[in-house]
């Protein structure tokens, strides 16, 4: 009775002549106790021409009539009331015109209310519905929006499919469809399936989440040519692969779609001249293209094709998994390259430091991140032949080359020094000082065995990052190679002296061994205003009374480092050596901005000494002989003290004077990548040698970059039609400089959208981060594929449109747009996917 009177009190609202036809008479009661004073309420029983009398009379010519007639509604030519109900509003007491009433829909929606009837049980689906509900909403829509509400989505298919899918592919087996169960008991399940046929294309005798299912991914793999759907299918598949909330699923259903589909025997098939091209539907796809690439790249294939197909791939759901392994095909493309083009000559110690500074470094560099990423990516089988290749090529062609002729050039030493190259004993003089007479702060970060090719790859990646200047020089290490000798040399002080029993070093006589005596050096030489401080501690401090204070108290701070040494010299960790390089960038990078954060605006990244290492075993030739000696009184892979010793062929012997360091004692140099034999210790990580990579030590300037000093790439629109004729748009995207240095790279959103900002295409993101100095090879096609939304916006302009997410936020601003008018002709509703 109470949902009868609400229900009254809702058309009174709208309309001020009531009719209420009851044949039955069952409604009565209702009538009778209906309680609105303010509303006149009027029975018909024989009296039609005085009811409409008093109505037509009423002097309140707004009064609210509620007529009741005991009698069903006669034929229109019969009805004495027939003006006035046409005026009014006709009252229907059934539970399906009561729904319609409570939602506010005229009579002729009726049919939705008897159809879908058990939708209307539930108050807030029709709470829902009736806040929902336009003015002009036809059928079609109504049922739309009452599906929405049971899917608890937006009023569109797509998303309603993206939560049906949110399901385990495995177990929904046997699990009763999604769509069923959430529609089925309100009898919108086949209305929900013709809208799906309609967008995708999609028909079956017995529509299922599970069969739609299969037939979309069938659609979307182009090995398949019985299935086609709709070009909207494509736009809705980027757009589950896109959502942070649905992904997930995604990639459930993909794994689950490659075995059912059994995608790996398709692909074994496949001809050798057709690819993939950038489709991601399933992983293994991805498996595949790397099996390709290492195949072409053991076949001697075009760099500039090797990137290409390593460039499509980056816009892949499955990229993050397998990047590892295509940044080891990049490495070792990068590597072949520097080889070929590599002449491994000098005349002199001065040219050898200075064309490894100027470019040797870079093969060093490509073979530790080519070996780093392989071992990342842990796929031994499909990589094999790269690794190989790596590993031999680096040894053979450049490592032992490289070697042998700097060698010729160390036998021939009567000192060890360098005229053009700073020594490493003179940092202090030559990089600290110049602050400390201009009364600036600086920090000094020791990173122990940080060679020169990491580093400079660091201060890279520090400029990359558009906050900093990181500008790379070079010292010429002391000799022996080792950490002792190398952090004293980086001390103030005079004379160092090593003792030829224990290798300890000590600066104008005081012991330079652990932080404590390196802080006391210091301090002495910086009238108490300098100090030392190892990595770990440094990072606990509280940045802003502890750090602050630090900082407060003194001129010059050096920190020491520690994790590329620790983890290589030693034999159970040697093989981690390059992760130990990344683990240490990972830190450096968090001592920076501490030095940052407690205003620290001068920083000196430096190390000790660098390192040979290799992945693979050392060949047994690289094993040398100790020459004989009076005596050995400290014994390294690299070198060894000792006195009276014997020179032969293959090792250097220096005496502590030709090295610049007091002691009475001579050192035995292993020549070339030779390594002395010492029990426990191992043999693919070594220093204290004499090699360019041991003794060229980097010295690394950094600074709070100004906000002009990086700048990221330009993307330009390359052959853009006038107009959208088909249902995809094909353009060229050019880069207008290589992505280096301080030129950083730039990662957009290209999709189609219309004037009011809605989708109509895909929405596909590229990184363009392209190195390549020839201009025509930074430039990028793409293929946008219409959704079915750009239907609507036909014969209208729209925009091509390229966003970025502002740095450090989810943000996502235009970068640049391109006006266009979509205009496609009937014959594009046929395209298929």
């Known amino acids: 009775m109470k949902r009868i009177h609400d229900s009254l009190q809702h058309v009174f609202q709208r309309h001020r002549l009531v009719f209420w036809y009851d ?39 707004d009064a609210n009539f509620l007529i009741y007639l005991p009698t069903a509604r006669p034929a229109d030519a019969d009805n004495w009331l027939l003006d006035l109900l046409l005026q009014g509003y006709e009252y229907k007491a059934d539970k399906a015109s009561l729904a319609l009433q409570e939602v506010g829909l005229p009579h002729e929606f009726l049919h939705l209310a008897e159809a879908h009837g058990k939708y209307f049980h539930s108050a807030k689906r ?3 519905l009736k806040e929902m509900i336009g003015k002009d909403d036809q059928s079609r829509e109504i049922r739309l929006k009452m599906m929405a509400v049971l899917a608890d989505t937006d009023v569109e298919v797509d998303a309603m499919l993206l939560r049906f899918l949110r399901t385990d592919p495995e177990a929904d087996l046997i699990a009763t469809d999604r769509v069923d169960e959430c529609l089925g008991a309100a009898a919108l399940a086949e209305s929900f399936w013709q809208e799906v046929e309609r967008l995708f294309g999609y028909t079956a005798a017995v529509p299922s989440l599970r069969d739609f299912a299969v037939s979309l991914f069938r659609g979307a793999n182009p090995l398949d040519t019985q299935a086609a759907l709709h070009p909207h299918a494509k736009v809705f598949l980027q757009r589950w692969k896109d959502s942070q909330t649905h992904s997930l699923w995604f990639r459930d259903w993909a794994h689950q779609m490659e075995k059912e589909l059994q995608i790996a025997a398709a692909l074994g098939g496949l001809d050798e001249r057709k690819t993939l091209g950038d489709c991601d539907t399933f992983e293994i796809f991805e498996k595949f293209t790397l099996h390709r690439l290492c195949q072409s790249f053991a076949n001697g294939a075009a760099a500039v094709d090797l990137r290409a197909v390593v460039q499509q791939r980056r816009g892949s759901i499955w990229w993050p998994q397998h990047e590892p392994g295509y940044a080891a095909v990049e490495q070792a493309v990068e590597l072949r390259e520097l080889l070929a083009g590599a002449e491994l000559t000098m005349d002199s110690v001065t040219s050898g430091v200075s064309r490894y500074v100027t470019t040797w470094w870079r093969i060093d560099m490509a073979y530790r991140l080519c070996t780093w990423n392989l071992r990342r990516y842990g796929q031994v089988q499909v990589m094999e032949q790269i690794t190989q290749w790596v590993e031999k090529s680096y040894v053979n062609n450049f490592l032992l080359p490289l070697a042998d002729r700097w ?11 360098c005229s053009e190259v700073i020594a490493q004993r003179r940092f202090f003089s030559h990089y600290v000082q110049p602050f400390l ?26 400029r990359s990052a558009n906050r900093w200047t990181a500008e790379v020089e070079a010292l010429f290490g002391s000799l022996p190679s080792y950490t002792q000798l190398g952090m004293a040399a980086l001390l103030p002080g005079q004379q160092l002296t090593v003792d030829a029993i224990t290798a300890t070093v000590t600066v104008d006589g005081r012991s330079a061994t652990g932080t404590a005596n390196r802080r006391e050096i210091l301090s002495l030489a ?15 401090l509280n940045t802003k009374t502890e750090g602050r204070a630090l900082m407060r108290d003194h001129e010059v701070i050096y920190i020491f480092h520690n994790v590329i040494d620790k983890t290589g010299d030693a034999a159970g960790t040697e093989a981690k050596t390059f992760d130990a390089v990344e683990q240490a960038f990972a830190e450096l990078d968090l001592i920076i901005k501490k030095v940052a954060n407690i205003n620290g605006s001068n920083m000196l990244l430096t190390a000790d000494h660098g390192f040979l290492f290799q992945q693979d075993d050392v060949a047994k030739d690289d094993a ?5 000696a009076g005596e050995w009184t400290f014994k ?28 009475d004692w001579s050192a035995a140099f292993p020549l070339s990548l030779g390594r002395f034999p010492l029990q426990g210790s191992g043999m693919r990580y070594v220093h204290g040698g004499s090699s360019l990579q041991e003794v060229v030590v980097p010295v690394v300037k950094i600074h709070k970059a100004r906000s002009d000093d990086t700048g990221k790439v330009e993307i330009e629109l390359l052959r853009v039609p006038a107009k959208i004729t088909t249902g995809q748009l094909s353009i060229a995207l050019f880069q207008d400089r290589p992505a280096q240095g301080k030129v950083l790279p730039r990662t957009l959103r290209v999709g189609i959208f219309a004037k009011d900002g809605t989708s109509l295409s895909e929405i596909k993101t590229q990184t363009f981060d392209s190195k390549e100095q020839e201009a025509r090879q930074r430039e990028t096609t793409m293929l946008l594929v219409l959704s079915a939304a750009a239907d609507t916006f036909n014969n209208r302009e729209v925009d091509l449109r390229l966003e970025e997410t502002v740095s450090g936020t989810n943000q996502i601003v235009t970068y640049k747009t391109h006006s266009l008018k979509l205009q496609k002709p009937f014959t594009s509703d046929f395209d298929e996917l």
Do not use: H
């Open 23 to 61: 044949p039955t008479c069952e409604w009565a009661e209702a009538f009778n106790t209906y309680p609105d004073e303010s509303v006149v309420k009027l029975t018909v029983a024989g009296n039609e021409f005085g009811t409409k009398v008093r109505i037509v009379r009423d002097p309140n010519p």
């Open 126 to 128: 029709v709470q829902s």
């Open 407 to 417: 060698s010729d050039q160390v036998r021939g030493m009567e000192t060890w020094g």
């Open 437 to 462: 007479i201009k009364g600036q702060k600086v920090f000094v970060i020791i990173s122990d065995a940080l060679r020169y090719e990491a580093a400079s790859d660091f201060a890279q990646r520090l």
């Open 526 to 540: 910086c009238d108490g205003k300098a100090t030392a401080i190892q990595a770990e501690e440094f990072l606990e």
């Open 624 to 628: 040398t002989p100790l020459p004989t």
């Open 636 to 663: 390294n892979r690299r070198f060894a003290l000792g006195r009276d010793i014997s020179p032969n062929a293959k090792v250097k012997i220096f005496d502590s004077t030709a090295l610049g360091l007091g002691g």
